[in-house]
C-alpha cells in the first residue's frame, strides 16, 4: 500500500497530464485538420519541399486502402533503411568505439521493433550501437513509429467523423505530425533533460579517475535527444540496457517524474483531440473516463501489494513506489521503458501491467490508444445497444454485422499473437536456451515468456528477458508478433473506419455515449472482454506468483 | 414529465391469436432428439461443439485408459456424468428451438386456417362464350377470372372486376359489419360474399399469398438470418475462437509445463465458457418475435423489417382509423337565436332517427341522454325520409300529423338501401296534413336559398370549427335553428400509445385531411406535438422522403393505391390487409385485421424483439466470469495449491466443475419462457431502458451465476 503523499503525487502527475493534454489538444486539432496556424510562414515551405521530394499531392484524399498501403509501404522501406545501418554500423561513421554490425537476425527483430513503436531490446545499446546507430536507425525509428500512429488515428476518426468521405493523406500526415508536433516538443523536452542533467554527447566514452582513485568508464552519448522522443512518443527503448534506471538516462528523481509525465502526454492529448476532430466534443468524454478510469484501477491494483522501498532489482533513488508507479504508467501508455527490473516489482504490480498491455488503452500508445479504446466502444455499443431496442449506432452511424466482423477480427489479433507463440517457445523448448531459465519456479518463469509476447504484441517493449532472449527464436518470434500486433489492428480498423464513409447517419436518438453512464458500462465490457480472454494465464502467471506468496520475479 | 406511462403489456393489450395449444407435445419432443443430429447442429456452430465436446468425454467414459494422461480411469463416473450434462446442455437448445418454431407454426396455421382449400367457380372465356368452370382454389392462377355468387368463399386473394356485392370479412378481419366491395376493390382470401353476385381476377398464384409468406418465415431452417442476427452470429464466433484458443493454450500448455490436467474439466471449462445460452436461444428468440406480431395478426414479409420496426424513429400517423375512430360524434346542441338547446335537440333527434350511420346514431344518443325525447317520435313512422344526397348534403325527415299509423309504402325498403345506393333522384313520399320538415347538414348548404339564416349562424360555426369541431347545421321548416357539434373520437388506448412511443424517443406525426386548425387540436389532444394538415394521399410519398432525408427512420401505414409509393419508401410500411394489392406489395408488413393503430404495436414489439437479442447475449457473457472462478481453480488445484485461495465460492472440489456445467446447462431452459415472451420493458427513454438492462442483464449476468453455481453446489453436496 501506499502513503498519503504518494498518493497525492500519483494524483498529480496524472492531473498534470490531464490539464497539459486538454491544453495541448486545440492545437494538435490544427495540425491534423489543416488549419492554418502561425507556424505556417516557417513550415509551409519546408513541407512543400518535402512533398515535392517525395513527389506525394498534398491536395490528394485517400480512401482506406490506399492510406494503409501507404503506411505499410512508409513504415517498411524506413525498417529496411534502419536495417542496413544496423548490419553496417562498423563501417558507418561515428562509432568511436567501434561496435561491430549486428547479427541479421538481432538486427532484423531490432528494426522491427523500434518500427512498430514497441523498442523491446535483445541487446544493450551501450556495449552494441554505435552513436551513428543509436541517433539513426533507432532514433529515426522512434520519430517515424510516434507520427505513424498519431496519423492512423487521424484517419480512423476522419473515417468516422458524420458525413467522412475518406481518411485524409496519409504523407500530409506523418510530415505535419513530425515537423509540428513531435519534433518541436522533442526539442524541448531534450533541452530540459539535458538542464537537468542528461548527457548528449558524440565525443565517446570518458574514463575518469573516482574520488577513490578508481577508474570509471562513463557510458555517455547522444542521450537526452533520445530519451525525449522515446517518451513522447511512447517508444520505450533506452540509450542503455538497463534503460531508464541507468543514472544517465534518468539520473534524479525530477528527471523520474518529468519522463512519466511525458509519456502520457500525447496519449492524453489525442483523448481531447478525438472529441474536435470527431465534431462532438463531448465523445472525449467516454474515451477519456475509460481509460483514466482503467487506468486508475491498474495502479489501485499494483499499489494493493506490499512496495519495499528497497530490493533487488529496485533502483534506491527511486525506490519501489517510483519504480512501481512507472512500470504501471508504462505499460499503460505501451511505452516500455522502466527505471527498475520488472523482476523487482511484485507480483501485483506485474498485474497490473499485464492489464495495461492488454487493454493497450488506458491511455495506451501514441494513437493507437484512441483506436483500441474506439474498437471497445463498438463492442460495447453493439452488445448493450441491442438493449436499447433499436439496432446499435456509433455517432449515428449504424453497426453492420460487417462492423462487429471486422472488431470481433481486431481483437482476436491480440490473444493469437500472445498465446500462440507463448505456447511455442514452451513446446518447442526454445526457452531453455534462456540462461538460468530452468531453475525458475513455473510461476515466474511462465510471467516472463508470457511478458515477453505480451508485450512484443502490445508493442508495449518492456520485458523481464532483455538481451538473454537475443536467440534466433526469440528475434524471429517476437519480430512476427510485434508485427501482426502492430500493423493487422491498424490495418482493420482502417477498413472499418473507411466503411464508415458515407454511410448513412440517423439521427441520434438512441444510446448516447457520451455521458458518464456509457463510460462506467464501458469500462466494466473491456475488464469483462480482458478478463475472460486471459485470466487462465494471469492465474497461471503472476496470480500464482501472488498465491504462491512471491514479492518479486527474481526466482 | 412525470407523467403515467403503461408497461408494455398494457400498451399492446392482449393478443388476438391465441398460441395455444402449447407447443410442447410428442412432436416437438421428438423433433427436438431428431435435431441433435450433427448435420442439423451445423447451422448452429456453438452446439455443434458442444456436441463434438460430448463425444470426446463419452470416449474417455468408455475407454479411460486411452486417455491418460489427461484422463484418470477412476473418474470415469464423472465423466459419464459430464457426458449426459453436454448432451442435456446440447438437447436444451434443440428443444428450445423447437419449441419457438412448433410456437410460431401454431399461430401462423391458425391464420393459415383462413385459407384452406375452397370450391372456385372458374371463368372461362372462349370467344364469345362465357363458361363458369367448377374448381378447387389451389388451382387458380394469378390472372384467372371467378365468380363470386352470395354464400360463396372468396377462394384466393382477388380484385373485383365487375359488380358490387357486400363482402363479410370478420373471419379474416374481426370486423363484423359486411363490407361493400366494388370493382377496383380487393377481396382477402377466406372471406365470404353476403349478399349479390360479381367476378373477379385472382391477384396471386396459390403458395405466394401473405399467409403463405409467413408460413415460410417460421420454418426455422428456411428463414433466413435478419442483419442483426447475423451481427450478433459475428459475436458468437468471435467469443467461441477466443475461447478455443484460450483453451487449445491451456491444453498445450499443461503438456509443455507438465501440469496434471484432467481432459474432461478442460472441456467443461471450455463450454462453459462458449456463448452457449445465446448460441442456444438466437433461433428462438428471432421465431418468437415473428409468433408476437402473428398473435396480433400483423404478418411481416421479413424478419429485417421487424427489426426495423425496432429502429424507428418517426411514426406517421394517419388521423382517422389511428387516432380517431373515424366517425365523428355529436357532443352538443347550440341553439341560434331565440331558440333553446331542447329545441335543437328534439329537431336534431328527428332527423337522425334514420340516419344509421356513427355520426347519426351519436346524435340520437346525445339527445336522449339530455332527455331531448321529441312527443313527434309517433310521427316518425309517418315520416317521409330524405336520404343524404350529394347534391343538397342534407338529409333529414318530412313528419306528417294526424293521419293514420300507415307505414308509408316502400320506407322500409328504402332505409335498407339507403345505405347501399345513394341515389338522389329518389323522392319521398308526399302526404297531406300538418308537415313538418327538419333537414341536418353541413353549414354552408344552408346558405343557398330556401333557408333562414339567424343572426350570429356563420360567428358560431367558425368558432366550432376553430375549437377542432365540426358543425352540423339543424333546419326546421326551412329555417335554421341551431349547430350540434361533432367530435373527432379519439380511440381508446391511442394516448397512451402515443405516450409510450413518445417515452421512448419516437417521433409521431400525425397526418390528415383536415384543416390546420383541426387537426392542431386533435393533435394536441393525444399529444402530437407535430402534424401535417390538408393532405392528400399521394403527398404522402413526400413526406415520407422529407423526413428520410432528415435521418429519421420512417414507419407508416396505408391502404389505398396512392399509399404505394409512400409505403414502398417508407422503412417500415403496414398495409391494411382490407386496401389494394398494390399497398400490400409495396408495404412490407400487412394488418390482417386492418387497424392502423398496430403500427405503434409493430414498433413496440420490434424493439423488444432487439433487446430480448441484446439482453440474452450480454447475460449469456457476463455469465463467464463465475464460470472461470468455479473451474479454474479446481482445474490448476493439482498442479499449484495455492490457486484454492481463488476458489472465493468455496465449492468442493469433486462439484464445482459440475455445479458450473449445470448452470450452464439449465440457464437454457429458465431462459426459454424471456426468449419466446421477450423483455418485458416500460416503455421510456432509450437512457434508462440502457441502464436498466445492462444493471439486470449485465450486471445481473455477472451475479446470477455466483449465486446459482453455489447453490447447485450445495446440492450436489446434499446427495
Not at chain 1, 495 to 502: E, F, N, R, V, Y
Not at chain 2, 637 to 666: D, E, H, K, M, Y
Not at chain 2, 684 to 699: A, K, P, Q
Request: charged share 15%.
Amino acid at each position: 500500500m501506499i502513503d498519503a503523499i504518494q498518493s497525492l503525487i500519483v494524483v498529480a502527475i496524472l492531473a498534470s497530464t490531464l490539464i497539459s493534454g486538454s491544453l495541448l489538444a486545440p492545437y494538435v486539432v490544427r495540425v491534423l485538420t489543416g488549419t492554418p496556424t502561425r507556424l505556417d510562414r516557417l513550415l509551409d515551405p519546408l513541407e512543400s519541399a518535402v512533398y515535392r521530394l517525395i513527389g506525394a499531392d498534398p491536395k490528394m484524399t485517400m480512401g482506406w486502402r490506399e492510406y494503409l498501403f501507404a503506411v505499410i509501404l512508409l513504415n517498411v522501406a524506413q525498417m529496411a533503411i534502419a536495417f542496413a545501418i544496423l548490419v553496417g554500423q562498423g563501417v558507418l561513421p561515428l562509432n568511436p568505439m567501434g561496435f561491430p554490425g549486428l547479427s541479421w537476425d538481432l538486427a532484423f527483430n531490432t528494426v522491427v521493433s523500434f518500427g512498430t513503436n514497441t523498442n523491446l531490446q535483445h541487446y544493450a545499446g551501450e556495449t552494441a550501437l554505435s552513436y551513428f546507430s543509436q541517433m539513426t536507425a533507432i532514433q529515426f525509428l522512434q520519430f517515424t513509429s510516434a507520427a505513424t500512429g498519431v496519423c492512423v488515428m487521424a484517419a480512423m476518426v476522419r473515417g468516422l467523423r458524420p458525413g467522412s468521405s475518406h481518411l485524409g493523406n496519409f504523407y500530409v500526415d506523418f510530415v505535419r505530425v513530425l515537423t509540428r508536433i513531435l519534433l518541436p516538443l522533442c526539442a524541448v523536452a531534450a533541452l530540459v533533460l539535458v538542464a537537468l542533467g542528461v548527457p548528449q554527447t558524440v565525443g565517446g566514452y570518458v574514463t575518469v579517475k573516482t574520488v577513490e582513485g578508481a577508474t570509471q568508464r562513463l557510458l555517455i552519448g547522444p542521450v537526452a535527444s533520445l530519451v525525449s522522443i522515446m517518451q513522447i512518443g511512447t517508444n520505450g527503448g533506452g540509450y542503455f540496457g538497463a534503460n531508464s534506471a541507468y543514472p544517465f538516462q534518468n539520473p534524479t528523481p525530477v528527471t523520474d517524474v518529468l519522463e512519466i509525465y511525458l509519456m502520457l502526454l500525447i496519449p492524453t492529448t489525442l483523448i481531447f483531440a478525438f472529441g474536435e476532430l470527431i465534431g462532438r466534443k463531448k465523445e472525449t468524454r467516454p474515451i477519456l473516463i475509460g481509460s483514466y478510469g482503467l487506468l486508475a484501477v491498474d495502479l489501485a491494483v499494483a499499489f494493493l501489494g506490499s512496495i519495499p522501498a528497497v530490493g533487488p532489482g529496485i533502483e534506491t533513488r527511486f525506490g519501489g513506489f517510483f519504480s512501481t508507479f512507472w512500470t504501471v504508467i508504462t505499460t499503460a501508455s505501451t511505452t516500455g521503458s522502466l527505471n527498475a527490473s520488472l523482476t523487482g516489482i511484485n507480483p501485483l504490480g506485474i498485474l497490473s501491467a499485464y492489464m495495461g498491455m492488454l487493454v493497450q488503452a488506458t491511455p495506451g500508445g501514441i494513437g493507437v490508444g484512441v483506436m483500441y479504446m474506439l474498437m471497445y466502444v463498438v463492442i460495447t455499443v453493439f452488445v448493450v445497444g441491442l438493449m436499447t431496442g433499436r439496432t446499435p449506432e456509433y455517432l449515428g452511424a449504424k453497426i453492420t454485422a460487417r462492423d462487429v466482423k471486422l472488431v470481433m477480427v481486431a481483437f482476436l489479433v491480440h490473444p493469437i499473437a500472445i498465446l500462440v507463440p507463448t505456447l511455442a517457445a514452451f513446446a518447442t523448448k526454445a526457452v531453455d536456451a534462456i540462461p538460468g531459465f530452468s531453475s525458475l519456479p513455473t510461476s515466474v518463469a511462465f510471467t516472463q515468456v508470457l511478458y515477453e509476447f505480451t508485450s512484443s504484441a502490445a508493442n508495449n517493449g518492456s520485458d523481464f528477458l532483455g538481451a538473454a532472449a537475443n536467440t534466433p527464436f526469440f528475434n524471429f518470434a517476437t519480430a512476427a508478433v510485434m508485427f501482426v500486433g502492430r500493423f493487422v489492428p491498424i490495418a482493420i480498423l482502417l477498413a472499418l473506419a473507411g466503411s464508415m464513409i458515407g454511410r448513412k447517419r440517423v439521427a441520434e436518438q438512441s444510446l448516447r455515449t457520451d455521458g458518464a453512464a456509457f463510460s462506467f458500462v464501458l469500462i466494466g465490457s473491456i475488464l469483462l472482454l480482458v478478463v475472460l480472454t486471459f485470466l487462465p494465464f494471469l492465474i497461471l502467471g503472476p496470480l500464482l506468483a501472488y498465491f504462491q506468496g512471491l514479492v518479486n520475479f527474481v526466482g | 414529465m412525470a407523467r403515467h406511462v403503461p408497461g408494455l403489456d398494457r400498451v399492446l393489450g392482449r393478443a388476438r391469436v391465441s398460441r395455444r395449444p402449447s407447443a410442447l407435445t410428442a412432436k416437438t419432443l421428438t423433433e427436438s432428439v431428431v435435431r441433435l443430429s450433427p448435420a442439423s447442429l451445423l447451422s448452429n456452430p456453438v452446439m455443434l461443439i458442444v456436441e463434438l465436446a460430448f463425444f470426446v468425454v463419452a470416449a474417455m467414459a468408455a475407454f479411460p485408459h486411452a486417455f491418460v494422461p489427461f484422463a484418470n480411469p477412476g473418474d470415469r463416473g464423472f465423466y459419464v456424468e459430464v457426458a449426459a450434462i453436454l448432451l442435456v446442455t446440447v438437447w436444451f437448445s434443440t428443444l428450445s428451438d423447437s419449441l419457438a418454431e412448433q410456437q410460431a407454426k401454431n399461430t401462423a396455421n391458425a391464420l393459415k386456417q383462413l385459407e384452406t382449400e375452397v370450391p372456385a367457380k372458374k371463368v372461362v372465356t372462349e370467344g364469345w362464350e362465357r363458361e363458369i368452370v367448377r374448381t378447387r382454389s389451389t388451382m387458380l392462377r394469378k390472372g384467372d377470372l371467378i365468380l363470386l355468387e352470395k354464400g360463396d368463399v372468396v377462394p384466393v386473394d382477388a380484385e373485383v372486376l365487375e359488380g358490387i356485392a357486400m363482402v363479410d370479412e370478420s373471419l379474416v378481419t374481426g370486423e363484423s359489419a359486411p363490407v361493400r366491395k366494388a370493382p377496383g376493390d380487393s377481396l382477402i382470401g377466406g372471406s365470404k360474399v353476403a349478399s349479390d353476385t360479381m367476378t373477379a381476377r385472382v391477384a396471386v398464384n396459390p403458395g405466394e399469398s401473405y399467409l403463405d409468406q409467413m408460413v415460410r418465415l417460421v420454418e426455422s431452417s428456411k428463414r433466413p438470418k435478419t442483419p442483426n442476427e447475423v451481427a450478433i452470429t459475428m459475436v458468437i464466433f468471435g467469443l467461441s475462437a477466443v475461447f478455443t484458443i484460450i483453451v487449445a493454450s491451456i491444453l498445450g500448455l499443461s503438456v509443455a509445463l507438465g501440469l496434471s490436467l484432467d481432459l474432461s474439466v478442460l472441456i467443461a471449462l471450455y463450454v462453459c465458457l462458449l456463448p452457449t445460452t445465446i448460441g442456444a436461444l438466437l433461433p428462438a428468440i428471432g421465431l418468437s418475435g415473428i409468433s408476437r406480431l402473428y398473435e396480433r395478426k400483423v404478418v411481416a414479409k421479413s424478419g429485417k423489417a421487424i427489426e426495423t420496426a425496432g429502429d424507428t424513429d418517426a411514426i406517421l400517423l394517419d388521423k382517422t382509423g389511428t387516432i380517431t375512430v373515424g366517425n365523428r360524434q355529436a357532443v352538443e346542441m347550440m341553439p341560434l337565436g331565440a331558440r333553446t338547446e331542447k329545441e335543437v335537440g328534439e329537431a336534431a333527434f328527428l332527423s337522425s332517427w334514420f340516419d344509421d350511420t356513427p355520426e347519426g346514431r351519436s346524435v340520437i344518443r346525445l339527445a336522449h341522454e339530455k332527455g331531448f325525447v321529441p312527443r313527434e317520435l309517433n310521427a316518425l313512422s309517418l315520416s317521409e325520409v330524405y336520404d343524404f344526397s350529394a347534391q343538397t348534403r342534407t338529409s333529414g325527415v318530412k313528419l306528417h300529423f294526424g293521419s293514420s299509423f300507415v307505414l308509408p309504402k316502400g320506407s322500409v325498403q328504402r332505409i335498407r338501401r339507403k345505405f347501399f345506393l345513394e341515389d338522389p333522384s329518389e323522392q319521398g313520399m308526399h302526404l297531406s296534413g300538418e308537415e313538418t320538415e327538419i333537414v341536418k347538414g353541413a353549414p354552408d348548404s344552408f346558405l343557398r336559398s330556401g333557408f333562414i339564416v339567424p343572426k350570429g349562424f356563420q360567428e358560431l360555426v367558425d368558432t366550432v370549427a376553430s375549437e377542432g369541431d365540426t358543425p352540423m347545421a339543424v333546419a326546421k321548416d326551412h329555417e335554421v335553428i341551431g349547430l350540434v357539434r361533432l367530435k373527432d373520437v379519439l380511440k381508446p388506448g391511442t394516448r397512451e400509445k402515443i405516450e409510450a412511443v413518445k417515452a421512448m424517443g419516437i417521433r409521431p406525426v400525425m397526418i390528415t385531411g383536415d384543416q390546420p386548425l383541426t387537426a392542431r387540436s386533435i393533435a394536441s389532444e393525444v399529444g402530437i406535438e407535430e402534424f401535417v394538415a390538408k393532405v392528400k394521399p399521394e403527398d404522402k410519398y413526400s413526406i415520407v422522403l422529407k423526413e428520410q432525408s432528415q435521418n429519421h427512420v420512417v414507419a407508416m401505414i396505408g391502404d389505398g393505391t396512392n399509399d404505394a409509393p409512400a409505403l414502398a419508401a417508407a422503412d417500415v410500411g403496414l398495409a391494411m390487409n382490407s386496401g389494394t394489392e398494390a399497398a400490400k406489395e409495396a408495404a412490407n408488413m400487412v394488418d390482417l385485421e386492418s387497424n392502423p393503430a398496430k403500427i405503434i404495436d409493430v414498433v413496440l414489439l420490434g424493439k423488444q424483439l432487439l433487446m430480448t437479442r441484446g439482453a440474452v447475449t450480454a447475460f449469456s457473457i457476463s455469465n463467464d466470469v463465475a464460470k472461470y472462478f468455479a473451474i479454474l481453480p479446481v482445474m490448476f488445484a493439482t498442479a499449484f495449491p495455492a490457486l484454492r485461495s481463488l476458489n472465493i465460492l468455496g465449492l468442493g472440489l469433486q462439484t464445482a466443475v459440475l455445479s458450473a456445467l449445470i448452470f450452464n446447462a439449465i440457464v437454457i431452459p429458465l431462459l426459454i419462457p424471456l426468449a419466446m415472451r421477450g423483455v418485458t420493458f416500460k416503455p421510456s427513454s432509450t437512457m434508462s431502458l440502457f441502464l436498466r438492462n445492462v444493471l439486470i442483464y449485465g450486471v445481473g449476468g455477472v451475479v446470477v451465476p455466483f449465486v446459482g453455481i453455489k447453490l447447485i453446489d450445495m446440492l450436489l453436496g446434499v446427495l
